[in-house]
């Protein structure tokens, strides 16, 4: 017999960027804890509202900060769009940077909130929904109780990875990717037809942080003529300046070439895809005025990458060849955040929510993540595996340069 309490409420909460399938978790969860008798509270936008708790019950209104699920909450629930959560990008151990740094009570007042919320709340579990930021909060939550006085009770948490960016450690795929890849690729598909119809070229990036998956992933659904990545910068001298940095130049020469290669076989139009984590090898020189976070890290979506690139290698088109060609420059990601989802982000999040059940019902687990391998198979992976046990910090999945799926999305390309 397991001497864990049992479960009697549980929380969910979604933290972060919206994405596809966000539902399909809430639902199968939700309704795997209520068929089982225990009763779910859906937490609103993240962590923001947990946050303001001050130990007057009025800043914990349901309605406002949570409400109870209930059966007609869930109908028609796991293929709808958006988060029914809400989200937010609110972060409980933002102040702390080091696992020294849990004992000190400033950087843990975040921390010492939201567990103090969740206790009020007569919540005995938490399920966390979202990205490497989140899992690192979830992870901070686990750990910060593990040092209160042992009568207060304690919050289990496991969490469910997200990410349209599909960068995640621990799991293959991530709901919301393969929603995002369609939404994206068949803007692309647009854009392709656009510059067959008008002998013009166009410069896209697209979401994906720091990581390529996104990119290659729409390059190729997409049917682009070329595609690149950090990754790509990262394995190719030819792309960086001495100090490392992106070369612009270099960057917009490989796209002329493109352009140059594609009318000698009689094509005078064509896609390129940047991945918008190339912003982040930019020197300081090009970033202009982007706007940064509380980390000092670039604001991708700040940062117009695809115009910078597009006036560049048109300027150095006409001048390598004395002619004009129109090349355009195009941001996508923010409208595939909330599409409608993909089938199997439907059958992933369905999985990966009933899998943050079972963690809880039937392995009894603290401090897990639910993932997923094969045909779905269940896997829960403890947080000390995922994280740097020194800087709390996620491990991020870049793309393989080399590997099949790097290939793919270069084979389908112009050869240059």
Not at 135 to 161: D, G, I, K
Not at 187 to 213: C, H, I, P, Q, S
Not at 242 to 253: K, T
Not at 312 to 331: I, P
Request: aromatic share 6%; glycine share 10%; charged share 25%.
């Amino acid at each position: 017999m397991s001497s864990t309490p049992s479960i009697q409420r549980v929380a969910i909460l979604f933290s972060g960027g919206p994405a596809p399938g966000a539902n399909a978790v809430v639902a199968s969860a939700a309704s795997a804890f209520r068929r089982a008798g225990i009763e779910v509270l859906a937490i609103q936008h993240g962590y923001s509202n947990l946050l303001h708790y001050d130990g007057d019950p009025s800043s914990l209104r349901e309605g406002v900060a949570y409400r109870v699920i209930e059966d007609r909450d869930l109908w028609g629930l796991r293929n709808a769009r958006g988060v029914v959560l809400g989200t937010a990008r609110a972060h409980p151990g933002r102040e702390i940077e080091r696992a020294d740094q849990l004992d000190d009570p400033r950087r843990t007042a975040g921390l010492d909130r939201v567990c103090a919320a969740l206790r009020a709340l007569g919540v005995d579990a938490l399920i966390s929904i979202g990205g490497d930021g989140t899992l690192r909060s979830a992870n901070l939550l686990h750990a910060y109780q593990q040092q209160l006085p042992s009568e207060l009770p304690r919050v289990r948490v496991v969490h469910v990875p997200k990410t349209i960016d599909n960068d995640y450690d621990g799991i293959d795929f991530t709901f919301g990717f393969f929603t995002a890849v369609d939404t994206m690729g068949k803007e692309l598909l647009n854009l392709r037809a656009d510059a067959l119809a008008t002998r013009g070229y166009f410069v896209v990036t697209t979401m994906g942080r720091k990581a390529g998956w996104l990119a290659y992933g729409v390059a190729i659904a997409g049917e682009a003529h070329m595609v690149v990545g950090v990754e790509d910068v990262q394995s190719d001298a030819a792309l960086q300046r001495s100090d490392g940095a992106l070369d612009l130049d270099a960057l917009a020469d490989r796209v002329v070439e493109l352009m140059c290669t594609r009318e000698q076989r009689g094509k005078e139009y064509g896609v390129v895809v940047l991945a918008e984590g190339l912003t982040s090898l930019l020197p300081d020189d090009a970033l202009g005025g982007a706007s940064r976070d509380a980390y000092g890290h670039v604001a991708f979506s700040t940062h117009d990458l695809a115009r910078l690139v597009a006036a560049r290698a048109a300027g150095r088109y006409q001048k390598r060849t004395g002619r004009d060609r129109k090349v355009s420059g195009v941001q996508l990601g923010y409208e595939s955040r909330c599409a409608e989802p993909h089938a199997f982000d439907v059958l992933l999040g369905t999985q990966l929510g009933f899998g943050a059940y079972r963690a809880l019902m039937e392995q009894d687990l603290d401090a897990h993540m639910v993932s997923v391998a094969g045909q779905l198979e269940l896997r829960f992976i403890p947080f000390g595996e995922l994280l740097d046990p020194a800087t709390l910090t996620t491990r991020m999945r870049f793309i393989d340069p080399g590997s099949d799926y790097h290939r793919l999305g270069k084979e389908l390309g112009t050869r240059v």
